[in-house]
């Protein structure tokens, strides 16, 4: 194989399917690391090696190695989650994590801290209540997203069937997880684990899917590699629109890389039609993706240097037919819906204000004991919504009261309802102190922003204002702040570029307004801009599309 790939796409090769050296890597007990090799194949299994950089410092100045530990994340397509589940992640928080559990951006869960020595006691437990984290990260198909609201639709049901199945199609075939962490017997026959789609070489970068049902565009579903909008047509599900291309991320100072939102490419019929258009987007962009360069591997250079004609074409020849026109649906709203509602078979669910997706205990609120107490009654399922959300759902009308009065006990519908509007809507990224690329803070620190900004807005008479505002702790666009209204991508320590004119539905990415700004110039520019908009805006204009109308001087898309 060239030299000139880059390490992990020979890795990926001769890694004998993902196995490397982990289990030698983990029995080491000199270092709380892993071999280099070994830490990029732990991706595809769903764990990240990484180190707590607020105590980097204070580590060399007493010459000690970096404060290892391991983020695991779990695949959970459509972020559903039964009570034994939740309750055993629970458990494993409080062990052997920083007694956080994550609700990412993608719907999933993620655990933090957890020592090397302790991987495979927590797989243990995943695969005690049938969860597992295979291909949670990794250049594999990521975690299936899915509009998570019950209420949203009747056909709900079968739609996120449809993500459960198209995360078990592209799941790798490989063993090497079942062996490492669970220890299956070694695979002596490798034919058993030939995998036609991911051959040795996986993908040339992650993959993103996602589902979302019209009207509420809650999944983004646009900035996914592949977008699949659901097509109810006299309340059945006909078939999917196709998107393609999706993916947020850019690198300062590289102009070669943007952010893109995924481009409709037709409509494809529900059913096996639609599983193998899935399948085909794939291996196109598997045999035609960038391999040399990683920053210019995702789908979206894939399809810009290929043309979305030809990429289309390609899949169309593999498919064996050709993808209908775009079928019509609109999108009207991009949020979740809070408090308690009534789904389609008149069970009801509460989605309770969870900011930035982090269930713990703080001196305000108990979220993660009261959600453990509401486990524990085993009468319900948990679901993860794409906004970083907790939906208590399938609560049956008798048991409604039993889990309402929890709620109250630990006084979380006191907590969902006094939170603004602006921070329900709102959501961050990790950021410090655990993820390696951060630039600036995101999640410690949106929260105080907020406060500060939702003074602004009440001293404008805009407290009301519905405005997505998101943060990301540099431009790789985990929050996904290029599809907000108020966009801010950490540049440095405290400071952040200020994005704006995303629209309300996800159709529109926003734009660069003014660079490296830090709290207080973020603050001036945020209070001269809420100002104008109360006095210069079109009658039920969002400020998204008065950003866009005034700044970027360009009419709706
Ligand atoms: Fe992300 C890398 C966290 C959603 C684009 N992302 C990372 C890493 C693993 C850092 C790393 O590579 O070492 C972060 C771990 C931080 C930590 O300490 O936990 C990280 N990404 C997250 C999560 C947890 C953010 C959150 O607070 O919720 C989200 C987990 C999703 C999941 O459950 O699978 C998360 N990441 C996203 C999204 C949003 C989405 O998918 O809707 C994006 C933008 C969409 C996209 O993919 O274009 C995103 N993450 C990235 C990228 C840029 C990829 C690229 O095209 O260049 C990186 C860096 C990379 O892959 O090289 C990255
Ligand atoms: Fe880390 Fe950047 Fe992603 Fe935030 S956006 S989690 S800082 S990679």
């Given at each position: 194989m060239s030299e000139k790939l880059p390490l992990l796409e020979r890795v990926k090769v001769e890694g004998d399917a993902l196995r490397g050296t982990i289990v030698e890597s983990i029995k080491?007990?000199?270092?709380?690391a892993m071999r280099e090799e070994d830490t990029l194949l732990m991706k595809f299994h769903g764990m990240y090696q990484q180190d707590d950089r607020d105590r980097r410092e204070e580590r060399a100045k007493k010459k000690l190695e970096r404060l290892y530990s391991f983020m695991i994340r779990l695949r959970m397509p459509g972020g559903i989650l039964t009570s034994g589940q939740w309750i055993a992640l629970n458990d494993i928080a409080g062990k052997?994590?920083?007694n956080e559990l994550k609700i990412t951006t993608r719907q999933t869960i993620q655990l933090h801290g957890v020592l090397k020595s302790r991987l495979k006691p927590t797989h243990q437990v995943f695969n005690r209540v049938h969860l597992d984290t295979i291909a949670?990260?990794?250049?594999d198909n990521r975690n299936v997203t899915c509009s998570?609201?019950?209420?949203?639709?009747?056909l709900h049901d079968e739609i996120f069937g449809y993500a459960s199945k198209i995360s078990n199609m592209l799941?790798?075939?490989?063993r090497a997880y079942y062996e490492i962490?669970?220890?299956?017997?070694?695979?002596?026959?490798k034919k058993l684990e030939e995998?036609?789609?991911?051959?040795?070489?996986?993908?040339?970068r992650k993959f993103k899917i996602g589902i979302c049902i019209p009207p509420n565009n809650d999944i983004d579903?646009?900035?996914?590699?592949l977008g699949l909008i659901a097509i109810i047509e006299n309340n059945k599900l006909v078939g999917f629109n196709f998107a393609i291309g999706g993916g947020l991320a850019f690198t300062f100072g590289n102009p070669d890389t943007y952010a893109r939102l995924a481009t409709e490419i037709g409509f494809v019929p529900a059913g096996e039609k639609t599983f193998k258009a899935i399948y085909e987007v794939v291996t196109v962009q598997r045999d035609?993706?960038?391999?040399?360069?990683r920053k210019q591997a995702r789908l979206k250079y894939t399809i810009d240097k290929m043309g979305v004609d030809k990429f289309k074409e390609e899949v169309e020849k593999r498919i064996g037919f050709k993808f209908e026109e775009s079928r019509p649906y609109v999108f009207t709203k991009r949020e979740d819906y809070y408090g308690w509602q009534q789904d389609a078979k008149g069970n009801w669910f509460y989605t309770l204000f969870v900011e930035n997706g982090r269930v713990m205990d703080t001196e305000q609120v108990a979220i993660k004991s009261a959600l453990l107490k509401i486990a524990k009654t085993g009468k319900v399922n948990f679901r993860c919504t794409v906004n970083q959300k907790a939906i208590v759902s399938d609560v049956k009308p008798e048991d409604k009261k039993e889990i309402n009065d929890i709620l109250e006990e630990f006084k979380i519908i006191a907590h969902t309802e006094n939170a603004s509007v602006i921070r329900k809507n709102s959501m961050a990224c990790v950021?410090?102190?655990?993820?390696?690329?951060?630039l600036a803070e995101s999640q410690r620190y949106l929260p105080s922003l907020l406060t500060k900004i939702e003074a602004l807005l009440a001293k404008n008479d805009l407290a009301n204002e519905n405005i997505i505002t998101r943060m990301t702790g540099?431009?790789?666009g985990c929050g996904r702040?290029?599809?907000?209204?108020i966009g801010f991508i950490g540049s440095a320590l405290g400071k952040y570029n200020l994005n704006l004119g995303g629209d309300h539905e996800g159709y529109r990415l926003n734009r660069l307004y003014?660079?490296?700004?830090d709290e207080t110039q973020i603050l001036n520019e945020l209070d001269t801009l809420f100002a104008d908009f109360k006095q210069?805006?079109?009658?039920?204009?969002s400020f998204g599309d008065y950003t866009f109308r005034t700044l970027f001087n360009k009419p709706k898309d």
């Open positions: 080491d007990e000199l270092t709380g052997d994590s920083t949670a990260c990794g250049d998570p609201n019950p209420v949203q639709s009747p799941k790798p075939k490989t962490f669970l220890d299956e017997e070694k695979i002596v026959d995998d036609p789609l991911y051959r040795d070489s996986y993908l040339p579903v646009f900035g996914n590699d035609y993706g960038d391999r040399v360069d950021a410090l102190s655990t993820c390696p690329l951060a540099c431009p790789n702040s290029s599809v907000s209204e003014k660079e490296h700004l210069q805006r079109i009658q039920n204009e």
